[in-house]
DNA sequence: GTACGTGCAAAGAATTTGCAGCCAG
DNA sequence: CTGGCTGCAAATTCTTTGCACGTAC
């Protein structure tokens, strides 16, 4: 899970040539951003990241750094846990549950299932600590949305 | 998955007695609240439900409609599905992987697993809508908060 | 050299809080 | 009656944007 240190030449050649491929230029700032993103496991924020990278680069404004992580989930280097100005939502549904989401409008609908209820925890997971539930999450896009990307192109 | 009409005023007394219970006061307001998030499938956001109660109570205040949220998610009658205040968190590991959550601090670990990956899907999500990828994720304590409770207690 | 990137400061959006009057118990 | 609840407005927190200068290509 953790990248080997010798790895790390690999995924710079990686970012260098889709940096490269989207015409965007490499720049100081954008090559440390992207190794303290790599160098943890932790799905830091923005300003956890903006404080490691400071330790390299003092001059760096977190405003770069909010720009520099939305770049690199728009080009498919890095992936973010939940999208910009996402909002709280509530459920009513008190019951053991799970959803569909869909990526494109946000709906998101319930479903149960007493199979994924009792999802056999693996080993990994064991050894980060003591589960209580298991949530499955199916991501897609609803009806409506592929309606619309069809009749669009 | 929708209750049924006649299911709402079994609803009710369970909300009322709840309340009386944590020893907080029934309000016209509270009541309005509670009826539109049982009403909808849809896992509205505080907006949402500020604008179908204010059909209802014209006068009522966008913060009112937060701070009874945040009290019936406290007292367990409905759940948000994402805490209050959570930032955005950038995620490196591009491949297919799921998550272990420590609802306490918030710590997130990656695992991967083969068999989540090519979970089965239901015949409800079907009829949501085309899935793309299964997502699991395991909640509960990580070692260092369980650790911390027993300590405390 | 030129267009893209950066840092600064200020704006924006979602959520929270302080306070004074109001109403359920 | 009285303490908890509400509505108002202003504060906070996280994230985004406009602009002038700097730098990669």
């Not at 991501?139 to 619309?148: F, I, N, S, V």
Request: net charge negative.
């Amino acid at each position: 899970m953790e990248p080997h240190p010798d790895e790390f030449g690999q995924q710079v050649s990686h970012f260098q040539e889709v940096l490269k491929r989207a015409g965007v230029k490499q720049t100081h700032q954008r090559l440390e951003i992207f190794r303290e993103v790599m160098q943890t496991v932790e799905h830091p924020d923005a300003e956890t990241v903006y404080r490691g990278v400071r330790q390299r680069i003092p001059t760096i404004s977190l405003d770069t750094v909010y720009r520099t992580l939305m770049l690199f989930t728009d080009l498919g280097l890095i992936s973010s846990l939940k999208t910009s100005h996402e909002r709280m939502r509530f459920d009513a549904n008190m019951h053991a549950h799970h959803h569909f989401v869909c990526t494109e409008c946000g709906m998101i609908r319930d479903f149960s299932s007493p199979e994924f209820d009792a999802l056999a925890i693996p080993d990994a997971v064991r050894a980060f600590g003591s589960t209580v539930q298991a949530h499955v999450e199916f991501r897609g896009l609803c009806w409506h949305c592929l309606e619309k990307k069809q009749h669009g192109t």
